[in-house]
C-alpha cells in the first residue's frame, strides 16, 4: 500500500522538530525581508511611494515590534526591547498615510531593533513550553508571526510595484504554460463540501471552524482570466459601457477614471505595456490578468456574460476531493506547496502563463487556484458560524462586514506560509496595488 505523503503538519512533529521547523521558518522568512529592505537605499526606504503604503521602513520595524509584543513579551515574559516605539508601529494608531510624519527609526537602527528582536526571539524558542497554552500550542503565535512578516512582504512587493525611484526588481521568468490545450471551464456538481478548517495548526481564527457548505452545481474558468481576454473586454469598449457595471462599480470607474488596468500604458500602434517592478514589459497575452479592482473584475464578467465565483464556490473547486469526500489542505492534495505546483514566493515576482502548473490542478482539473494572481470572490469577509477570536480582536473581527471582499488562492508574492487551501485575505472593491486577478463562473441550471 502506498502511505499518502502529507505536508508538514505542526501538530505531527515532536517538540525538538517543531522547534526546529520554526526556527527555519523564521530564518527563511527574514531573508525576505532583508532583500526587500537591502533592494534601495535609504531614501527609498524611508520615503512614501504612495499614500496607500507605508515607508518601507517602517513596514520592517513594525514586522520586529509584533514580533517582540508576541513572542519576546507575552511567550517569553521578558522585558520589553522598546516599549517606547510601540504606538509609533501600531497599524491601528496610525493610519498609512500619516505613518511618513512619524519621527520613524532611521535604516540603521531599524535594522539593529529588528536584530536585536530576532535573537531574543531565538532564545525563547529554545525554551519556551509549547504545550499546555492555545497560543503556543503546535506553535501558532510562532506561526502567526511568521504569517504576519510574510503578509509584509507582500505588502513590501506592492510599495516596490509603486515606487518610481530607485532601482528597478529583477527576477527569472516564470515556467511557461504546457503544450495541451485545456477546457474553458469546468464543471463542479452540486453537493455539499467542508469549508474552513478545524485541524490545520497554523491556520487563523477566520478560516475557523470546518463547516459544511451546500453548493449549487456551477461552472468554473480553468484558469484565471488574461491579459489576453481582458484586452478584448478594453477593445469592446467595456470601460465605457455602463451596462457591465455595478451602481458602485460605474461610480468609481468616473471618480477614478479607469480605462485599464493599473500600471498599463498603451503604445501608438495599439500594443499593451505595463511597468512591472521599474521595468517597461509588453503585455503578455497568455498572463492572468494583475492589478484589476473588484469592480473591474465585476464589469468583466458581466461582458463575457458571467460572474464572479462566490467564496464557498471558489474553496470548493479547490478543496473537495469528490472520491474522497474530504477537503484537502491544497488544491493538489495535503502536501505543501513546491515550486512544480503553484508560482509563490517572490520568486519570480509575475503571474506565469496560463496552464503552466498543472501538477496544481484540483481534484475537478481547475488549475493555478493557488499563487499567480489573488483572485477576487464575489463575497464580502464574513465570520464563518461559529467563529471565535482568537488571539485579538484586531487581526479579522473589526474587518467583518460589507466593505471589504475577500480573495483567495495567493500570488507570486504570497509566501507558503501564508497561503493554503482555506486561507481568506480581504480588500476594499476599489484596490489595484495588489497583486489581484480573478476567474469567472456561471450557474450550471
Ligand atoms: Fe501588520
Same mark, same amino acid.
Given at each position: ?23 527555519s521558518e523564521l530564518i527563511r522568512t527574514r531573508l525576505r525581508s532583508v532583500a526587500l529592505t537591502d533592494a534601495v537605499d535609504e531614501p527609498d526606504l ?23 509584543? *508576541? ?171 455602463q451596462r457591465w457595471w455595478t451602481a458602485s462599480g460605474w461610480q468609481h470607474r468616473n471618480r477614478a477614471k479607469l480605462s485599464a488596468p493599473l500600471? *498599463? ?80 514566493? $517572490? ?28 483572485? *477576487?470572490?464575489?463575497?464580502?469577509? $464574513? ?63
Amino acid at each position: 500500500m502506498i502511505r499518502p505523503t502529507t505536508g508538514i503538519d505542526p501538530h505531527q512533529l515532536t517538540d525538538d522538530t517543531l522547534r526546529e521547523h520554526i526556527a527555519s521558518e523564521l530564518i527563511r522568512t527574514r531573508l525576505r525581508s532583508v532583500a526587500l529592505t537591502d533592494a534601495v537605499d535609504e531614501p527609498d526606504l524611508v520615503s512614501q511611494h504612495s499614500p496607500l503604503m507605508s515607508p518601507l521602513v517602517w513596514d520592517y520595524a513594525h514586522i520586529a515590534n509584533q514580533e517582540e509584543i *508576541w513572542l519576546v513579551r507575552d511567550v517569553g515574559g521578558r522585558e520589553a526591547v522598546r516599549s517606547d516605539i510601540d504606538d509609533m508601529y501600531d497599524a491601528f494608531k496610525n493610519p498609512r498615510a500619516d505613518r511618513p510624519a512619524l519621527p520613524l527609526l532611521s535604516a540603521s537602527q531599524t535594522r539593529g531593533y529588528v536584530g536585536e528582536v530576532r535573537e531574543k526571539v531565538l532564545e525563547v524558542l529554545g525554551t519556551a513550553e509549547l504545550n499546555g497554552r492555545r497560543l503556543t500550542e503546535s506553535g501558532f503565535v510562532f506561526g502567526m508571526v511568521i504569517q504576519h512578516e510574510q503578509q509584509h512582504d507582500e505588502t513590501m512587493l506592492a510599495t516596490h510595484q509603486l515606487r518610481r525611484s530607485g532601482p528597478p526588481l529583477q527576477a527569472p521568468a516564470p515556467r511557461p504554460a504546457i503544450a495541451t490545450p485545456l477546457p474553458a471551464e469546468v464543471l463542479i456538481p452540486a453537493g455539499p463540501f467542508t469549508m474552513g478548517t478545524s485541524t490545520e495548526a497554523w491556520a487563523l481564527d477566520n478560516e475557523r471552524p470546518a463547516h459544511t457548505v451546500q453548493v449549487e452545481a456551477f461552472y468554473l474558468d480553468t484558469v484565471p482570466v488574461t491579459n489576453g481576454d481582458y484586452a478584448a473586454f478594453i477593445d469592446d469598449g467595456g470601460y465605457d459601457d455602463q451596462r457591465w457595471w455595478t451602481a458602485s462599480g460605474w461610480q468609481h470607474r468616473n471618480r477614478a477614471k479607469l480605462s485599464a488596468p493599473l500600471f *498599463w500604458s498603451r503604445d501608438a500602434d495599439g500594443s499593451w505595456w505595463r511597468r512591472s517592478f521599474g521595468n517597461l514589459i509588453p503585455v503578455r497575452n497568455d498572463e492572468p490578468v494583475l492589478h484589476v479592482c473588484l469592480f473591474e473584475a465585476q464589469a468583466y464578467a458581466a461582458w463575457a456574460g458571467r460572474r464572479l465565483p462566490t467564496e464557498a464556490e471558489w474553496e470548493k473547486a479547490a478543496r473537495w476531493d469528490p472520491a474522497s469526500r474530504r477537503s484537502r489542505r491544497y488544491p493538489w492534495g495535503d502536501e505543501d506547496p513546491t515550486p512544480e505546483r503553484a508560482n509563490l514566493g $517572490q520568486q519570480h515576482l509575475r503571474p506565469a502563463p496560463a496552464g503552466s502548473y498543472p501538477a496544481g490542478a484540483s481534484a475537478y482539473g481547475v488549475h493555478q487556484l493557488i499563487g499567480d494572481v489573488w483572485e *477576487w470572490t464575489s463575497s464580502a469577509f $464574513q465570520p464563518y458560524a461559529g467563529f471565535e477570536v482568537f488571539p485579538y480582536d484586531e487581526y479579522s473581527k473589526v474587518f467583518f462586514g460589507e466593505s471589504y471582499y475577500v480573495l483567495r488562492g495567493g500570488s507570486f508574492g504570497t509566501d507558503r506560509a501564508a497561503c493554503r487551501g482555506t486561507f481568506r485575505n480581504w480588500d476594499f472593491p476599489i484596490r489595484r496595488q495588489i497583486f489581484a486577478g480573478f476567474r469567472t463562473a456561471r450557474d450550471a441550471s
